[in-house]
């Protein structure tokens, strides 16, 4: 089975724009065969189809082609709700211009300007434009960007508009490890090995971690909990490292030796992928929880439940456990994330290891707008178990 880069760690490009605009002919051409339905007929894109691709300069990466800003079929509301849901994962948006005109496609590129999403303009079909270069300069004095000229279908302006795309990606790389070890380190990484993983396979959060440890020139060494005293006696010192699952905290932590730093892959991908800060902050709100109050579990994967699943059994019994039976407790799973959250007291997120850093900073800020307080799996299990303060998560 050939192995690719997780769609997780992809950069998510988005095509907006009309209907019939050229957005699936445009992301057939970006993809180089045809992947989705080209079509006159009004509405053909019903639903957001994306494609893993690969782009000189800017690496593996995800297109999203979406429905058509101006739907105004029976659908069209839902159809226009999943497309405004794309840009909360969006990290690159290209907005399809393709006359003078465009008030929906203003409203999304003010929407980008304030989630701060780079953004390229473009005006497609310029072959079929009478006057192009006239909507060119419209479309570039009414939205004040450098608009790019292209056509989908005979390829004109299309490297441009890759050009585009890789200068919008200006992040620098980051590691789930950054600051917490270091070439030559010897990392102890304990893994439960649970039925939620498929047999024959580790879960994403291992992999990811036991790669870029091998590539950042660590030595990783890894242990199942009921293996870990003896893992620790073989290496004869400790590790600089020890990365476990959140679950196995407290077993861990009786276990680890004083000099060695502890923490879990949970925390890593929430430093990783979201704002561990606001998170610690976050857990605060626990002195508050009683057997009254609301709280969100928010899974980013849609795996069938497990007897012992960490964040749909594990977690909320221990939460009814310390706070009462009467703990209200909603979970939801994959894309499904509440618009409203205020009725909830506290949101305690995975480490979302299946969705991209920008997907997890939009839930986060969600949050934050409407003064919910928002953890994770990783910050609370430590807080629950009383060894936050002795465990690092920044």
Same mark, same amino acid.
């Given at each position: 089975?050939?192995?690719?880069?997780?769609?997780?760690?992809?950069?998510?490009?988005?095509?907006?724009?009309?209907?019939?605009?050229?957005? *699936?002919?445009?992301?057939?051409?970006?993809?180089?065969?045809?992947? /989705?339905?080209?079509?006159?007929?009004?509405?053909?894109?019903?639903?957001?189809?994306?494609?893993?691709?690969?782009?000189?300069?800017?690496?593996? /990466?995800?297109?999203?082609?979406?429905?058509?800003?101006?739907?105004?079929?029976?659908?069209?509301?839902?159809?226009?709700?999943?497309?405004?849901?794309?840009?909360?994962?969006?990290?690159?948006?290209?907005?399809?211009?393709?006359?003078?005109?465009?008030?929906?496609?203003?409203?999304?590129?003010?929407?980008?300007?304030?989630?701060?999403?780079?953004?390229?303009? %473009?005006?497609?079909?310029?072959?079929?434009?009478? *006057?192009?270069?006239?909507?060119?300069?419209?479309?570039?004095?009414?939205?004040?960007?450098?608009?790019?000229?292209?056509?989908?279908?005979?390829?004109?302006?299309?490297? %441009?508009?890759?050009? %585009?795309?890789?200068?919008?990606?200006?992040?620098?790389?980051?590691?789930?490890?950054?600051?917490?070890?270091? /070439?030559?380190?010897?990392?102890?990484?304990?893994?439960?090995?649970?039925?939620?993983?498929?047999?024959?396979?580790?879960?994403?959060?291992?992999?990811?971690?036991?790669?870029?440890?091998?590539?950042?020139?660590?030595?990783?060494?890894?242990?199942?909990?009921?293996?870990?005293?003896?893992?620790?006696?073989?290496?004869?010192?400790?590790?600089?490292?020890?990365?476990?699952?959140?679950? %196995?905290?407290?077993?861990?932590?009786?276990?680890?030796?004083?000099?060695?730093?502890?923490? *879990?892959? *949970?925390?890593?991908?929430?430093?990783?992928?979201?704002?561990?800060?606001?998170?610690?902050?976050?857990?605060?709100?626990?002195?508050?929880?009683?057997?009254?109050?609301?709280?969100?579990?928010?899974?980013?994967?849609?795996?069938?439940?497990?007897?012992?699943?960490?964040?749909?059994?594990?977690?909320?019994?221990?939460?009814?456990?310390?706070?009462?039976?009467?703990?209200?407790?909603?979970?939801? $799973?994959? @894309?499904?994330?509440?618009?409203?959250?205020?009725?909830?007291?506290?949101?305690?997120?995975?480490?979302?290891?299946?969705?991209?850093?920008?997907?997890?900073?939009?839930?986060?800020?969600?949050?934050?707008?409407?003064?919910? @307080?928002?953890?994770?799996?990783?910050?609370?299990?430590?807080?629950?178990? $009383?060894?936050?303060?002795?465990?690092?998560?920044?």
């Amino acid at each position: 089975m050939a192995l690719t880069t997780p769609t997780s760690e992809r950069v998510h490009i988005s095509l907006f724009g009309r209907t019939n605009a050229g957005k *699936s002919t445009l992301m057939n051409r970006l993809v180089g065969y045809d992947i /989705a339905i080209v079509s006159p007929t009004a509405g053909t894109t019903t639903d957001p189809v994306q494609k893993a691709i690969e782009i000189n300069g800017l690496g593996a /990466a995800i297109i999203i082609d979406t429905p058509g800003l101006d739907d105004y079929t029976e659908l069209g509301g839902e159809r226009m709700a999943r497309t405004a849901k794309v840009l909360d994962k969006t990290d690159i948006a290209v907005v399809l211009f393709t006359s003078e005109g465009g008030d929906a496609e203003m409203q999304i590129l003010e929407e980008c300007r304030v989630r701060e999403i780079p953004t390229i303009v %473009a005006v497609n079909q310029v072959d079929r434009l009478e *006057s192009s270069a006239a909507v060119v300069d419209a479309v570039a004095k009414r939205t004040g960007a450098k608009v790019i000229a292209v056509s989908a279908l005979t390829g004109e302006g299309v490297d %441009a508009l890759r050009e %585009a795309i890789v200068a919008c990606r200006g992040e620098e790389e980051r590691y789930i490890t950054e600051g917490f070890c270091k /070439a030559g380190d010897r990392v102890l990484l304990v893994m439960p090995q649970d039925k939620a993983a498929p047999k024959g396979r580790l879960i994403q959060p291992q992999v990811q971690t036991i790669r870029e440890l091998l590539d950042r020139g660590c030595i990783p060494i890894c242990c199942t909990p009921d293996r870990m005293a003896e893992a620790l006696a073989s290496l004869g010192s400790s590790p600089e490292l020890i990365i476990t699952d959140s679950q %196995a905290f407290n077993d861990v932590y009786q276990l680890k030796p004083e000099e060695s730093t502890l923490t *879990s892959f *949970s925390i890593l991908f929430a430093r990783y992928k979201g704002d561990i800060k606001l998170f610690t902050e976050g857990v605060k709100a626990l002195k508050n929880i009683n057997e009254n109050s609301r709280v969100l579990i928010a899974e980013a994967c849609t795996h069938t439940p497990q007897n012992e699943d960490i964040g749909r059994v594990k977690l909320p019994r221990i939460l009814r456990k310390k706070f009462g039976e009467g703990l209200h407790i909603d979970i939801v $799973g994959g @894309a499904e994330y509440p618009e409203d959250l205020t009725q909830y007291d506290l949101v305690i997120h995975c480490g979302a290891c299946m969705f991209n850093r920008r997907h997890v900073l939009s839930r986060i800020e969600r949050a934050r707008k409407q003064g919910v @307080a928002i953890t994770n799996y990783g910050v609370i299990l430590a807080a629950l178990g $009383g060894i936050l303060d002795r465990v690092r998560v920044e």
